[in-house]
């Protein structure tokens, strides 16, 4: 099965209400969503919407953020094709290294390339965004890519 086809688009106004909608369903951190819309994206494979992400970028490093595909649609590849189509964003805004902090999906993640590291080894600038600092709970894991 190959990765199916995503498009990203910047999550405008009325899309925020829906990443925070499929944030809130699957037990993810929404507080910051409205203070950083620009971090947030829409995935789709057509006119259909597939799931949602965000880059948060801090010079030539970032921030993947809540990677959700929508339920019925889970095991088709979106989360794969939304990984990378979002690689391709950090890649585009001169990201270099790219962090992530996950609960439950630490497997997934190492599939697709990301390391496993200390969360002391992370930038400061990473360090310090609400998502890592206050948000996710220190028992997270964190990993590392170059997207």
Known sequence: MGTP???????EPDALRYVESL????DLPVR???SKPECFYVGYDGDVRVG?????T???VGLLRSVVVERALRG?????ALCGALGDVARAEGVEQLYLLTT???????????ERINRSS?????????????????????LRKEP
């Open 5 to 11: 086809p995503v498009t990203l688009e910047p999550a």
């Open 23 to 26: 944030l809130e369903q699957n």
């Open 32 to 34: 910051d969503v409205p």
């Open 52 to 56: 949602i992400g965000g880059i948060e």
């Open 58 to 60: 801090e010079g030539t």
């Open 76 to 80: 088709a590849g979106y989360g794969s």
């Open 104 to 114: 439950t999906a630490a497997e997934f993640f190492a599939g697709r390339g990301y």
């Open 122 to 142: 992370v930038p400061a600038s990473i360090r310090e965004t609400t998502e890592f600092a206050e948000l996710c709970p220190t028992t997270a894991a964190c």
